[in-house]
């Protein structure tokens, strides 16, 4: 049996469709200029950044395949099978740039390096690949090769792809631009139904979406204003009707300019009835940026904080109204949190539940502070509204590692939360 089933990985491999999906950008709204992309594949969980010049081609891996049992004149790999270092010879008909990806047996990009190539033997060496199957695509402007490799050996957690000459490492040749720039094709690899996450930039400004692409397209980025008054700049998101800061709020001023009360003295803290902020505990170098500022409630209520707006101009601290509209537009509460949930385990503890951030909305956990204590970093992002139900009784919204329902119910006012902005 086993040697059945390693006869049929030999003539199984991934293959990449030889029609891939290429995707432009461009930038509407308060700029028209695309300075750069961050796109996540928030499927595979690999990630690319691309200048807003350039077209990102999505090499399409669908399915398993059965294809010849011999690799191209073009591109030779030896040892192979491996066992902890294996020789990729590359022979490219013309020099440029190209694209050198390795994918498992399920299609998942393993290791990719994009590299200069002469139009002579070219020589890369690929270590610390574990035992399995993969493709080897080597992808140039009008060229692709492939090849089978078998790897026997145990991976060391150190996936390394590096250029060499006489077996030693050389530094690469990198393509010029001109005075004006020039576009590149930028290479990820994509099976059909992953979710992309775009972050366009330009400047200080910073918009996301999210797509499934199923054909060439233009992703189009509306630029939106989002800065307060420490000029801490925002990446928005679209989600339904509404637009939201796709980050916790970190200011420590109202946008007037005055200074909102830093407490970091957890007796205080409990007995607090005004406006106060500060960083989980009490660290602003290790939480501020990943995770934003703590907040009690007075500083959202504009009755307790001289009508003051700890927001970016233009945009406001949602109400329970606002918030629950949110949750309708991605199907409601009892499945809202894993849409708007970050994919992964860097800011949330396992097994974040059906995480997908198909909203964008990118939600983390930056834990709470409860009557004084820090408690429950990577487990709850709980949001404040402006809505009071009852006095002393605030509506709020939890996020849960461990479940894709929102949490909708009322808090203490002096208990620490995060804050969201939205769009007026």
Known sequence: MKKLLILLAIFCVPRVNAQPYLISFAGTGASGTVSSINVQNLTAGTSVTLNGTDVLRLTVVSG?????????????????????KTILQIYPPEAGDAVISVFDMTGKLVVQKRSYLDSYLQEFQLSGI????????????????????????????????????????????VSKMDSKGTQATIDMAYTAGDRL????ISGSYSTIVTDIPV???????TFIPCTDYDNNNYPVVA???????????????????????LEEDNTNWNNLTTHA??????????????????????????????????CPTGWHVPSDTDLSTLLTSLGGAGVAGGKLKETGLTHWETPNTEATNESGFTAISGGLRNHGTFVYIGKYNILWSTSVDTP???????????????????????NGFSVRCMKD
Do not use: H
């Open 392 to 414: 002393g009784n605030i509506w709020r919204f939890n996020i849960i590692y461990d479940n894709v329902l929102v949490d909708r119910d009322v808090d203490n006012p002096g």
């Open 277 to 310: 902020y500060c960083w989980y505990q009490n660290n602003e170098a290790t939480y501020k940026a990943p995770y934003g500022a703590i907040y009690n409630w007075y500083v959202v209520d504009a009755a307790s904080n001289g009508g003051k707006n700890a």
């Open 197 to 200: 996450l775009f972050k366009g």
């Open 64 to 84: 398993v395949y059965s294809v010849e049992n011999s690799q191209s004149s073009d591109i030779k790999i030896f040892p192979n099978p491996m066992t902890g």
């Open 215 to 221: 054909s060439d397209k233009t992703i189009s980025f």
């Open 239 to 261: 989600i339904g009707s509404q637009v939201w800061m796709a980050e916790n709020l970190k200011t420590t001023k109202y946008n007037d300019g005055t200074a909102i009360p």
């Open 130 to 173: 574990n035992y399995g199957f993969y493709l080897v695509s080597v992808k140039g402007n009008t060229y692709q090769y492939s090849g089978k490799l078998l790897s026997k050996g145990k991976a060391d957690g150190i996936i390394s792809m590096e250029k060499i000459s006489n077996n030693q490492v050389v530094a690469e040749k």
